[in-house]
């Protein structure tokens, strides 16, 4: 389609802007600045603020230039002497309509209403000042909804409605009274919300903030790295934000190519509250109970151990979450270099349907119809439903392949055992852009099945684990490599056990080196117990499901003696007199050449 | 050339304004040469001299009818008045009252508080009366000149007083000095 390009001025400026753009749009593009309010540029315009009023040559009235379509020949005045008039009307009635006692609000000095009364010195109301009681509704276990400081800008139930599309969020009462709420009246704590904080990140006010970042500074007190998150195989691009080695709070990264400013729970409150247990110091067994040790002396056992260990006794099992780095070097040493019959895997990967265009996440905003097999995205790659969701509400239809209880079923046209796939064939040879994904429980029969789509559809893996596309590649098998382990190396990370069937696996006797961020039953178990850094302490690249390669940082230092996974393996690799690489660089350069070159 | 005259006075606040204003450090040394301090809670002459001064300076929040008294005498005596911190331009921390009304507040204040037994409510003839509303200095009279803040900082006071000493009147604080809390 060609894009057909309209001239206009801007304050004199003459500029060009694509069709369909509003004059806010054609404006920021030229790096003309119009203030807003209830505008995000994530968000459909709704123009219910007034904020960004602008003179249009032959229009009667002011315009907003959020909502506002650009024409050819249009002449576009921003900051008139009638305009700085017209928005400090509609400035300070915003400030007089609640609470908007700037000293004790969190959210002074990174508040756009507050910004926007020191841009036009609004440095006394000229309405009086507003009495009314709003109650706050501090239900959520994450946030708090202060009315006293809304604006009714909108931009929290339009969030709710395109990010997540999770519609919990609408508007109550009427006029001045107006409030957000949540499921008509529920307190969010008992509604429908899934904790996505969506809504938190647009609020432009005071009125919805986290409650663990609450009142630990203002902005320019924190620090901000971008990362990715790694609790599922989406991938999605976040912000750490920290002050000095607290991590404050995880924001959605607005530019993120996979998930475009969505976060779920998982992502953004849950790893803050995480109250395990931090392994701090490199334990050791001595007389049967673990002690506390150096570096040296833990890596020097566990080296000694490994060393003398056949390598067919030798067993080696890691977690999927941890960076391609940190996998990269645990299968080079343990299978490569020292022989081990194969490297495993927690949570085991998902088989690919061959023959089938591989798709990505994007995919599915443009689809048609969507197959949704052995997964359930809501539960275990939730931004995925996200996209589902936002897919459905552009017109496609969802087909739910499922035995049991499935959490987009709700939403779902059909849902049909996988014993009856026949009929979806036939539906998705019919469509025009079918999308196909499938996660850990699809049948190999229904593999089979699928496969005969051939190139008509487009195949999304959801794997399992966070980085379980880089172990495919890597050549990571599912789950305890057979055989008798006289030595198992378990690189647990952050993950919570190893479940019920390795633990049975590993053999009473065997000498157990574990590598782990948290204390937990397997912990306890261990003869050598290293500590490794979490999610906010590594640096690396991740790999997600659709085989995107992409960097995650740290935002502070590993806690205590703790170190990241793959440095901890470099240096059992270096006492076992196996050189892996000069530096992370050079580590993280060879193993990204070894996950791309790879068919995944 | 004959010094500019200055009173200031606080009315329902905490003083803070006042405290910030002695933040300026030395640097009232050098306003001393130009400036005379009349009237203030901080010296002896409580009322600003009848013969008028050049600046008035009032902190704090209009809240009962002794802070109206206390603001017009400050206005009939000042050719130019400014109202300094949140408490003077918008009512401030004192303005919470609002929200539960003054009746209720004196209640809770002077009767229910849980280290109370047998309170009364103050009601002595020397005590203003406290207003429905508590609301910002310009609510009872013209004010020519608002810092806002909480309290303003020591430099916006500096700001003020040196524009207002060299001829120019500020209308409004410059960004780095305009701040709402
Ligand atoms: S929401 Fe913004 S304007 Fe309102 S009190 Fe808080 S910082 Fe000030
Ligand atoms: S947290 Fe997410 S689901 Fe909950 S109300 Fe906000 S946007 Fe909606
Ligand atoms: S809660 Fe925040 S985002 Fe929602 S309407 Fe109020 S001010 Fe706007
Ligand atoms: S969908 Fe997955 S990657 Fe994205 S925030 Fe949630 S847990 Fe993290
Ligand atoms: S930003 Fe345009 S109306 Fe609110």
Redesign the interface.
């Known amino acids: 389609m060609e894009i057909v390009t309209l001239t206009i001025t801007i304050n004199g400026q003459t500029i060009k802007a694509p069709f369909g753009s509003t004059i806010l749009q054609a404006a920021r593009q030229a790096g003309i600045d119009i203030p807003t309010l209830c505008n995000h540029p994530a968000l459909v315009p709704v123009g219910a603020c007034r904020v960004c009023l602008v003179e249009v040559k032959g229009q009667r009235n002011l315009q907003p230039a959020c909502t506002f379509p650009v024409v050819d020949g249009m002449e576009v005045q921003t900051e008139t002497p009638a305009l700085v008039k017209a928005r400090k009307f509609v400035i300070d009635m915003l400030f007089s309509q609640r609470?908007h006692?700037?000293?004790?609000?969190e959210m002074?000095?990174k508040c756009e209403l507050?910004d926007l009364?020191?841009r036009y010195?609004i440095?006394?109301?000229i309405y009086?000042?507003y009495?009314k009681?709003f109650p706050v509704d501090a239900t959520s276990p994450y946030f708090l909804l202060d009315h006293n400081r809304c604006v009714l800008c909108s931009r929290c139930l339009r969030a709710c409605d395109e990010l997540p599309v999770n519609r919990t969020l609408g508007l109550g009462q009427r006029g001045a009274d107006s409030m957000i709420c949540a499921d008509g009246i529920a307190p969010l704590g008992s509604s429908t919300c899934i904790s996505c904080g969506s809504c938190v990140q647009v609020c432009p006010t005071g009125a919805l903030f986290e409650k663990h970042s609450a009142f630990m500074g203002t902005d320019e007190k924190m620090s901000c790295t971008k990362s990715i998150c790694s609790f599922c195989s989406i991938g999605c691009g976040m912000t750490i934000v920290t002050r000095g080695d607290q991590v404050q709070r995880i924001e959605s990264d607005w530019e993120a190519p996979v998930n475009g400013g969505r976060l779920c729970r998982k992502g953004r409150f849950e790893p803050l509250y995480d109250g395990r247990k931090r392994l701090t110091t490199p334990l050791v067994r001595r007389n049967g109970k673990l002690a506390e040790a150096d570096w040296d002396e833990a890596l020097q056992i566990a080296s000694e151990h490994i060393g003398r260990t056949d390598a067919a006794a030798l067993g080696a099992l890691s977690s999927g979450d941890a960076t391609n780095e940190a996998l990269y070097l645990f299968q080079r040493l343990f299978r490569r270099e020292l022989g081990a019959a194969g490297a495993g895997l927690l949570r085991g990967g998902i088989s690919r349907l061959t023959g089938m265009k591989p798709g990505k996440l994007s995919d599915l905003e443009n689809s048609d119809l969507i197959l949704l097999i052995g997964a359930d995205p809501t539960k275990d790659q939730p931004v995925a439903s996200f996209l589902i969701k936002r897919a459905l509400d552009k017109g496609a239809k969802l087909v739910i392949v499922d035995d049991r209880e499935n959490s987009l079923s709700p939403f779902a046209w059909q849902t049909v055992p996988s014993g009856d796939l026949d009929k979806l064939l036939v539906m998705a040879v019919q469509a025009s852009r079918p999308v196909v994904l499938h996660g850990a429980e699809m049948t190999a029969d229904a593999a089979k099945s699928l496969m005969q789509l051939g190139k008509k559809a487009v195949a999304i893996a959801l794997e399992p684990a966070g980085n379980g596309c880089a172990a495919r590649a890597l050549g990571f098998q599912n789950g305890l490599p057979s055989g008798t382990h006289r030595l198992l190396y378990i690189l647990l990370g952050e993950e919570k056990d190893i479940g019920e069937n390795l633990q049975q696996a590993i053999a009473p006797d065997a000498f157990l080196i574990v590598q782990a961020s948290y204390t937990s039953p397997l912990a306890e178990k261990a003869h050598v117990l290293l500590p490794s850094a979490i999610w906010s302490e590594r640096d690396g690249t991740l790999t997600n499901t659709e085989g995107r390669v992409q960097r995650a940082r740290k935002a502070r230092e590993p806690l205590g003696e703790s170190r990241q996974d793959w440095e901890i393996l470099a240096l059992l690799a270096d006492r076992l007199g196996r050189k892996m690489g000069e530096s992370f660089d050079d580590i993280s350069a060879q193993t990204v050449r070894e996950v791309q070159g790879k068919e995944i | 050339m004959a010094k500019i005259k200055i009173a200031t006075d606080w009315l329902a606040g905490c003083a803070g304004c006042h405290m910030s204003f002695l933040d300026i450090d030395e640097r009232i040394v050098q306003l001393l040469d130009a400036v005379e301090f009349t009237s203030s809670p901080v010296t002896d002459l409580k009322h600003p001299p009848k013969e008028g001064v050049d600046i008035g300076i009032l902190e704090g929040a209009i809240s009962n009818t002794h802070n109206v008294e206390v603001a017009k005498q400050m206005r009939e005596r000042a050719r130019f008045l400014i109202a300094v911190g949140d408490c003077a331009t918008f009512g401030g921390v004192v303005a919470m009252r609002n929200l539960c009304g003054t009746d209720a507040a004196l209640r809770r204040a002077y009767l229910e508080t849980e280290s109370v037994c047998g309170g009364v409510i103050p009601d002595s003839q020397e005590l203003g009366k406290p207003l429905e509303m508590v609301t910002g200095v310009d609510s009872v009279v013209k004010v020519d000149l608002f810092i806002p803040g909480c309290p303003p900082r020591a430099d916006a006071f500096f700001y003020a007083l040196s524009e207002l000493l060299a001829g120019r009147t500020p209308v409004v604080l410059p960004p780095e000095l305009f701040l709402y809390d």
Not at chain 1, 101 to 105: A, D, E, P, V
């Open positions: 609470n006692f700037c000293m004790f609000c002074s000095g507050q009364g020191y010195g440095d006394h109301w009086s000042t009495t009681r």
